[in-house]
């Protein structure tokens, strides 16, 4: 089963384990290894011990390095939002590692394996591997591709309530009243999906445009847009 | 000021910043700089925000490589108890950084200086600024040498009351009568000290001996090499 994921971190991304052992060791739920008391080896838990120090540090250098005019309260607003459970369940997802998981059989019967709490576990425990096996500057470009550069396409948009959080900061100098005015509905002919454009006006000013798929996505894109140009010192 | 600093630095731990700046940072408040419009420079919050990661990172992989055999809530729980203000505070107290930091006028006469929390922010910022100027590498061995070797001279140990945990993990399995015995009381020769050896005693076998330099610490000693030993798999 590991050598699919073997031969996919290799094809995309060049990593090669020259201890397989902990790969294995990063997909080993605790009560696999109860109900299979000849396997040799561990459950993932130890691993993410240590992954979930190797992710903040990692999160936090990269924020620090790319937003030099943001203060401590903005990075740590954008870290806790990136380094979260949702978050860490769907970058597994995109990798099918739930797919790779030895997991107990009552953990399978009870559908543990799509479970957030699980994955997010699986994930911190491959980046603590990772981490021993290839060192923090690997770890730093692997989470580069499939974390860092997600921050600019608003992928961890959908875990923030932006609408609400820029209704609380213009709050804050009195009522307002917040308008959201689609701009445009096009097609896009790459996929035939539809792109709607939408400005987030406030007194009549727009704060800040964003797209998406749906209105409610464009409005929230929208809001991040504003929000962030607000709070941008 | 600084210039102390740095001299005790490269004195005591080969360390020369190559960006003296960081330092500076590193060491300068926040309302020491409004206080002094001119000064040029930033306050110490983003090194504060990086350095935190780092040293959960450089704690939590010393901690994953040094007790291969603790599961990771012995490790989390020792984890817990050197990463907190506290022992900061300690630790930062011994190189004498309250000296150095640039602190605002109303900070200093409400008593900043000495405080807790603001010894930990400072070093959590000098070692974020370590970590920016000198690399990973050398934060681990400065912590090596300031913070991790304490580990078994049982520094932490003033930050956890490991009598209330024995008794707590004892009456676990019931009621139960844990006793100190003094075994024996000695003046150390090379400064006069007493040391005094205690046994901590339950159901009338030793669970653990521990050492001090007052019958209080003895028996806190005590009861940590029993806690270990216990709850040791």
Known sequence: MLKKLQRELKERFKIEFSQPKLLLEAFTQGNYLNEHP????RDYQRLEFLGDSVMQLATADYLYRHYPNWDEGQLTELRITM????????????????????????????????????LE????????????????AKVEIFLSQQMFAKIETGFYDQFVDYKTKLQELLQKKGSVIIKYQKLSETI??????????????????????????SIKNAEKAAARVAYQKLTQK
Chains 1, 2 share one sequence.
């Open 188 to 213: 896009k002919q790459s996929d035939n999906k539809q792109v709607f454009k939408i400005a987030v006006e406030y007194n009549e000013n727009v704060l800040g445009i964003g797209e998406g798929t």
């Open 121 to 136: 576990d699986v994930w911190e425990a491959f980046i603590g591997a990772l981490y021993l096996d290839q060192g923090q």
């Open 38 to 41: 000849t396997f040799k080896g």
């Open 83 to 118: 380094v979260q459970t949702r978050s860490f369940a769907a970058l597994a997802r995109e990798l099918k590692f739930n797919e790779y998981i030895l997991l107990g059989h009552g953990e399978e019967i009870s559908g543990a394996r799509n479970r957030d709490s699980l």
